[in-house]
């Protein structure tokens, strides 16, 4: 996709991106809003006594590291939070407590933070001392009983002298080794001396394990370092950031959708599509234009020096060029489905031709849904379906002049239970062979190609064919389907004009309406074009009028 498509779908859809992304700041600042304000708070506690000791080991700090671990996962278990809840009143809800206290650790540090949110500064305070507390007191619990405890102080205090004895014989075995000569000997001290080595590391082992239990060595010790102060000011809702993500989420999904649309939407939206989807030059392109009824579409009578009856002129020059190798006699209208205009170009163009001094006929071969009787204002008791029937009258008695200088119009007439068998007949033929010694041009309005074989019939019968299409309606599978119906047929096709194109930017395309008086006078300032649109009824789905 190119820049210039890119940029022209996210104009297109601007109104979408900027909805999306006002409702969901909105909502988020709403939400945000009716969302209590949230207080936080923190007590500090610490593992150990390592820091009052003069020469801490490493063994110390790595010790109460595992042991902040353990305490964190501890903090977030029943014992801590139910006795948490009991002490401070509501026992009963002692869960919500684990969406509300989270606990950190101090890398590489014997810190231990628990950290505690509340919609309540004081009730947040009340909770993370207490929650410290019970901490302390759950490990307490777990610490050795009386009786226990002084079996365990007796084997602590029997292995001190073991291992003094211990080392002292080791260093007497160590003077010995030194003075040995013999093999025998020295390996006998040897091995002495690794047996004493490895009973002095067991006992210092076991002697740290008592310490562990006893907790006397400064580790295995829980202390509160910084109590909880009271919150002076909310943390949360973050607003602003909220507020901010959601209309970034709201914008993505506006231009998300916008592209999908899009990418979706396989409608003609420029003479380029037209062009790419039937392989047919682009004679023309009609902007859109207000119309409240069928009898208010003939622009090119009401508004002859609008831009809309230029472009028309523009067609019809185009027609004539594209014609060069014959003359264009009989010109046939039709388009891939209903409802794109093709009646309405079908009259405006007739109008054209007629205003270029040309002697026209314009021929409403719609005998489904005619409306030319409509646009000019006509009646249609007899028309095309009696100039078949009856081949004997003179033409003159079908032809009606709809008071365009040099245009004349023959109308459907009553509907027949067999168009398609009517077209394609000899009589037909023999009607456009007469009609052709009435004008100088035969302008056909005829049904949709797709939906009935009407024009397809008529098609093989003409100079020249124009398919219609609407801009933003029809689908270019339609289109290019439509053109190679009509190429099975062998119908002469000159060429394709995009009808109703959205009026872009200043300048393209000026609107004129009548005053009071009369006089015609142009909106040239596109902010009278804006307001304008009162004067300008929108067209339901079902008047076949265009715009």
Same mark, same amino acid.
């Given at each position: 996709m190119?820049l210039?498509?890119?940029?022209?779908?996210?104009?297109?859809?601007?109104?979408?991106?900027?909805? @999306?992304?006002?409702?969901?700041?909105?909502?988020?600042?709403?939400?945000v809003?009716?969302?209590?304000?949230?207080y936080?708070?923190?007590?500090?506690?610490?593992?150990? =006594?390592?820091?009052?000791?003069?020469?801490?080991?490493?063994? %110390?700090?790595?010790t109460?590291e595992?042991?902040?671990q353990?305490?964190a996962?501890?903090?977030?278990?029943?014992?801590?939070?139910?006795?948490?809840?009991?002490?401070?009143?509501? $026992?009963?809800?002692?869960?919500?407590?684990?969406?509300?206290?989270?606990? =950190?650790l101090? @890398?590489?540090?014997?810190?231990?933070?628990?950290?505690?949110?509340?919609?309540?500064?004081?009730?947040?305070?009340?909770?993370?001392?207490?929650?410290? =507390?019970?901490?302390?007191?759950?490990? $307490?619990? +777990?610490?050795?009983?009386?009786?226990y405890?002084?079996?365990?102080?007796?084997? +602590?205090?029997s292995?001190?002298?073991?291992?003094?004895?211990?080392?002292?014989?080791?260093?007497?075995?160590?003077?010995?080794?030194?003075?040995?000569?013999?093999?025998?000997?020295?390996?006998? /001290?040897?091995?002495?001396?690794?047996?004493?080595?490895?009973?002095?590391?067991?006992?210092?082992?076991?002697f740290?394990?008592?310490q562990?239990?006893l907790?006397?060595?400064?580790?295995?010790?829980?202390?509160?370092?910084?109590?909880?102060?009271?919150?002076?000011?909310?943390?949360?809702?973050?607003?602003?950031?909220?507020?901010?993500?959601?209309?970034?989420?709201?914008?993505?999904?506006a231009?998300?959708?916008?592209?999908l649309?899009?990418?979706? %939407?396989?409608?003609?939206?420029s003479s380029?599509?037209?062009?790419?989807?039937?392989?047919?030059?682009?004679l023309?392109?009609?902007?859109?234009?207000?119309?409240?009824?069928?009898a208010?579409?003939?622009?090119?009578?009401?508004?002859?020096?609008?831009?809309?009856?230029?472009?028309?002129?523009?067609?019809?020059?185009?027609?004539?060029?594209?014609?060069?190798?014959?003359?264009?006699?009989?010109?046939?209208?039709?388009?891939?489905?209903?409802?794109?205009?093709?009646?309405?170009?079908?009259?405006?163009?007739?109008?054209?031709?007629?205003?270029?001094?040309?002697?026209?006929?314009?021929?409403?071969?719609?005998?489904?849904?005619?409306?030319?009787?409509?646009?000019?204002? /006509?009646?249609?008791?007899?028309?095309?379906?009696?100039a078949?029937?009856?081949?004997?009258?003179?033409?003159?008695?079908?032809?009606?002049?709809?008071?365009?200088?040099?245009?004349?119009v023959?109308?459907?007439?009553?509907?027949?239970?067999?168009?398609?068998?009517?077209?394609?007949s000899?009589?037909?033929?023999?009607?456009?062979?007469?009609?052709?010694?009435?004008?100088?041009?035969?302008?056909?309005?005829?049904p949709?190609?797709?939906?009935?074989?009407?024009?397809?019939?008529l098609?093989?019968?003409?100079?020249?064919?124009?398919?219609?299409?609407?801009?933003?309606?029809?689908?270019?599978t339609?289109?290019?389907?439509?053109?190679?119906?009509?190429?099975?047929?062998?119908a002469?096709?000159?060429?394709?004009?995009?009808?109703r194109?959205?009026?872009?930017?200043?300048?393209?395309?000026?609107?004129?309406?009548?005053?009071?008086?009369?006089?015609?006078?142009? /909106?040239?300032?596109?902010?009278?074009?804006?307001?304008?649109?009162?004067?300008?009824p929108?067209?339901?789905?079902?008047?076949?009028?265009?715009?």
């Amino acid at each position: 996709m190119e820049l210039r498509h890119i940029l022209a779908t996210l104009w297109k859809w601007a109104w979408l991106i900027v909805l @999306a992304t006002a409702v969901a700041a909105v909502s988020s600042w709403l939400a945000v809003r009716a969302e209590p304000a949230i207080y936080q708070t923190s007590t500090t506690l610490m593992i150990g =006594h390592t820091i009052q000791q003069v020469a801490p080991s490493s063994a %110390d700090f790595y010790t109460s590291e595992r042991l902040a671990q353990t305490y964190a996962e501890l903090i977030q278990r029943e014992p801590v939070l139910k006795g948490t809840a009991a002490a401070l009143g509501f $026992e009963d809800q002692w869960r919500r407590l684990r969406e509300q206290v989270s606990v =950190h650790l101090v @890398a590489g540090t014997q810190l231990l933070e628990i950290r505690v949110t509340d919609t309540s500064p004081a009730r947040a305070k009340r909770i993370a001392d207490e929650i410290a =507390h019970q901490l302390m007191a759950t490990v $307490e619990q +777990a610490r050795p009983q009386d009786s226990y405890r002084r079996f365990i102080e007796e084997q +602590a205090a029997s292995l001190p002298p073991k291992i003094e004895a211990a080392q002292q014989e080791i260093g007497t075995l160590e003077a010995e080794l030194a003075q040995a000569f013999s093999a025998r000997q020295i390996q006998d /001290l040897q091995t002495r001396i690794n047996t004493l080595d490895q009973q002095v590391n067991d006992w210092q082992a076991t002697f740290a394990q008592y310490q562990l239990l006893l907790g006397d060595t400064g580790v295995n010790v829980l202390t509160v370092i910084e109590e909880a102060p009271l919150p002076t000011g909310p943390v949360g809702p973050q607003g602003l950031l909220r507020v901010a993500l959601a209309a970034a989420i709201g914008l993505a999904l506006a231009v998300a959708a916008a592209f999908l649309i899009e990418y979706l %939407d396989d409608t003609l939206k420029s003479s380029e599509d037209l062009e790419a989807a039937t392989g047919l030059t682009t004679l023309g392109a009609i902007s859109r234009f207000p119309g409240e009824s069928p009898a208010d579409v003939l622009i090119t009578v009401d508004q002859p020096k609008s831009q809309v009856s230029e472009a028309y002129r523009s067609l019809r020059t185009s027609l004539r060029f594209s014609a060069l190798d014959r003359p264009l006699r009989t010109l046939l209208l039709t388009s891939p489905d209903a409802l794109e205009g093709k009646s309405t170009m079908a009259a405006n163009l007739a109008v054209a031709m007629a205003q270029d001094g040309k002697s026209v006929v314009l021929i409403d071969a719609d005998l489904r849904r005619p409306m030319q009787h409509k646009i000019f204002q /006509l009646p249609n008791r007899q028309g095309l379906t009696h100039a078949l029937l009856d081949g004997a009258q003179a033409l003159d008695a079908y032809l009606q002049d709809p008071a365009v200088p040099r245009l004349r119009v023959l109308t459907s007439g009553p509907l027949p239970p067999n168009p398609s068998e009517l077209l394609g007949s000899q009589s037909m033929r023999r009607l456009i062979e007469r009609l052709r010694s009435q004008a100088d041009v035969l302008v056909f309005d005829t049904p949709p190609v797709l939906p009935v074989t009407d024009a397809a019939v008529l098609a093989a019968q003409v100079d020249g064919v124009l398919v219609v299409a609407e801009a933003g309606q029809t689908r270019r599978t339609a289109a290019r389907r439509a053109v190679e119906k009509l190429r099975t047929v062998g119908a002469p096709l000159l060429g394709a004009a995009l009808n109703r194109v959205p009026v872009r930017g200043r300048g393209e395309y000026d609107y004129y309406y009548y005053a009071s008086g009369g006089a015609e006078r142009p /909106l040239r300032r596109p902010w009278l074009q804006r307001l304008a649109w009162w004067r300008q009824p929108l067209r339901s789905r079902d008047d076949p009028a265009p715009r």
